[in-house]
């Protein structure tokens, strides 16, 4: 019978916490995100992420660069964005420098930045598995790094935000006029 | 059939399956244009060009466009996962889309339905969501980089942007201790291919073969040389290769392909890719024993 054949509902599994102070901020948030087309919801976070309000919203944590930008631009509140689960850390933290003579490699985590020392023209990106990924390298590929587009502006996941902060780290290295 | 599932950073682009053709400077889909760059263009790419020197028929493509929002990706999902028993592939490559643990496991599900179990190779984010989702397992083949291999070696993570800061060394010296690790937690396939500086194919936490030679350190800065192993290795397992000897050849044609090129970190990955006739003319006889004549003929 027909009726009997509906679809099992999908369980969402995120990985991902937005922390506000006040549950008016996450019914808001919420609603922000879902008119948006995000998949999330309300949720009471553990002891240990609790940083304000017993409301957070459950998001898919790849989407990060994406729902921040979202959050900022509609005014709409927020602590932070956590991984569920504890004890976890951004791997952007750990920056390694890689010197190929006219070329310089800033890697940040699993994304990686390469450009030329003399100009600042980037001239490859590389890493990576999300699909702004792609994306991201056919909009940085040959500008300047002062001039190309900021991943963290344009990109939506968590490889992006990592992209960024591989673009960061080339803009300093750059203007310090190292160029070693 | 071998078909290669991902997104292409075509805004907008509708979800398009078909045989892929290359032209000179992209491929085309069902009259779509795919750039050869980072990402599924490289890989199919490098899947097309195995295919062709082997006289082989062309990888089918299932792309849609996604920048990011992860619309495509989904698209992309929902259609394997109504379509893939009907389809029932040889080989089923999946590659860039929004990792989504729920709709990976759908697919898995579907898979099981196909008359005959394709051979499964995921890379990029569709292998964040099947380690993700608990189901490495199902998979013949991973090709993890060396940030990917401490990913899957962290029982708990989604996605290599956030790892236990235990694993955070990622030099990939440590690749054989990640991998030990990855298996013992059933976060990793039957197969994987470490690609690295040296590059690692390991079974069951077993280091079968590493690959060092010829070294050329700039591939790692190009966007694209993973992809392209990937595409290799799906392409030479669909011409019936075991998948150990696939990833043997993958990682030293794509080496022998940076050498031919002369690449540098500049060089983009199309021009790696345009080398690998010649590479296959000058070395697969011997790499893998069985001599093929250009074009199957």
Known sequence: MAFLKRQQKVKFEGGGLV??????????????????????????????????????????????????????????AYVSINPIRPGTAPLLEIVKVTDFGDWVMVKAGNMKITYEKRRGIIVNVSGGGCPDIPYLHAELVDKRLDEAPRPKDVGFTLCALNLERALEECLTLYAEGDKT | MMLIAGTVPIRDMPLSIGEVTAGEEVLFVNGESIPCTQGTGAMVSAALATTTYLGLDAPHTLLAGDVGEGTGSRELYQYLIDHIAEISPTVLALHYWLPEMSQTRQLCEAVKKCRRRPLMIADAASMYSAKGAGLAEEFDIFTPDATEIAFLADPDATHPAYIARHLFETDIAQAPELARVAYKNRGAAKLLLVKGATDYIIRDGEVL?????????????????????????????????????????????????????????????????????????????????????????
């Open chain 2, 209 to 297: 073969a590493m690959v060092t030679e010829p070294d050329v350190p700039p591939l790692e800065a190009i966007g694209g040389t993973g992809d392209a192993i990937t595409g290799l290795v799906a392409a030479l397992v669909y011409a019936e290769m075991e998948p150990y000897e696939a990833a043997v050849i993958a990682a030293k044609a794509n080496r022998m392909a940076g050498k031919y090129a002369r690449a540098t970190p500049a060089t983009r990955v199309k021009h790696i890719v345009d080398q690998f006739p010649a590479v296959f003319r000058d070395n697969l006889c011997q790499w893998s024993g069985v001599c093929f004549l250009e074009g199957g003929n």
């Open chain 1, 19 to 76: 922390l506000f102070q006040e549950v008016p901020q996450a019914m808001l948030a919420e609603k922000v995100l879902k008119s948006a087309g995000y998949t999330v919801r309300l949720v009471a976070p553990p002891p240990e992420l609790r940083k304000g309000c017993d409301l957070a919203v459950e998001i898919n944590l790849v989407e990060q660069a994406g729902i921040e930008r979202l959050l900022k631009e509609r005014d709409t």
